[in-house]
C-alpha cells in the first residue's frame, strides 16, 4: 500500500488510484490488514465495510467467507478514469470515483478468459494525520453523489470531472 502522498487534488486522486490497485479484493484479512494501514481510524466503519464486501464475493463464487486466495489466484486492478469531487469547503475530504478493470489469473489459467471490464466504484478520502486516509463516516457518506457516466471520448464526462489515469 502506497502512502505519503500530498496534501493537493492529485495527490488525493492517486491515492485512491493506489489503494484502489492494491487493495486485496480476494483475501479477508489481507484486506483488513491493508484498509487498517489506509483507514482514518482504527474504528473506521470503512474497515468493516470493504472487509464484509470480500466476504461476500468469497461466499458468491463458491469460497469459504474467510481465507486466502484459492490455488495461486491474483486478482488485478486497473483503473483507467477518476473523477474527484470535494464534500467540505477546504478540499480535505474527496469522493474519488473509480472506472476499472478486473483481472484474475491463477496457476492453471495465465490470463483470464471473462474479467470484470468498466467498473465503478468510489472511495471517501479525508487528509489526517500528513497523508490522505479512507473513511465511510456516515456525515461523510451522506454527502456523496454519483457521476455522469464514463466514456472516454465524451465531452459531457470530461466537463464532470473524469480524467483518463495514464499507464504507469
Known amino acids: 500500500m502506497g502512502t505519503g502522498f500530498p496534501h493537493t487534488a492529485v495527490g488525493a486522486r492517486s491515492?485512491?488510484?493506489?489503494?484502489?490497485?492494491?487493495?486485496?479484493?480476494?483475501?479477508?484479512?489481507?484486506?483488513?490488514?491493508?484498509?487498517?494501514?489506509?483507514a482514518a481510524g482504527p474504528s473506521d466503519p470503512v474497515v468493516r465495510?470493504?472487509?464484509s464486501e470480500v466476504r461476500k464475493l468469497r461466499e458468491g463464487v463458491g469460497?469459504?467467507?474467510?481465507?486466502g486466495p484459492p490455488n495461486g489466484m491474483t486478482v488485478t486492478t486497473d483503473v483507467k478514469?477518476?473523477?474527484l469531487r470535494s464534500l467540505d469547503r477546504k478540499g480535505d475530504v474527496v469522493q474519488v470515483?473509480?472506472?476499472?478493470?478486473?483481472?484474475a489469473t491463477s496457476a492453471e489459467e495465465s490470463t483470464d478468459d471473462n474479467p470484470l471490464k468498466d467498473q465503478t466504484d468510489n472511495l471517501i478520502l479525508t487528509w489526517k494525520?500528513?497523508?490522505?486516509k479512507v473513511t465511510a463516516q456516515p456525515h461523510w457518506v451522506r454527502r456523496t453523489a454519483g457521476p455522469r457516466a464514463y466514456a472516454?471520448?465524451?465531452?459531457?464526462?470530461?466537463?464532470d470531472g473524469w480524467r483518463e489515469v495514464a499507464d504507469g
Open 152 to 159: 472516454p471520448d465524451s465531452p459531457y464526462a470530461f466537463q
Open 97 to 103: 470515483w473509480m472506472v476499472f478493470d478486473r483481472y
Open 63 to 67: 469460497l469459504p467467507p474467510s481465507g
Open 81 to 83: 478514469a477518476v473523477r
Open 129 to 132: 494525520k500528513g497523508d490522505w
Open 15 to 38: 491515492a485512491a488510484v493506489s489503494y484502489w490497485q492494491d487493495l486485496s479484493f480476494v483475501d479477508d484479512q489481507a484486506a483488513e490488514r491493508q484498509l487498517r494501514t489506509i
Open 49 to 51: 465495510k470493504k472487509v
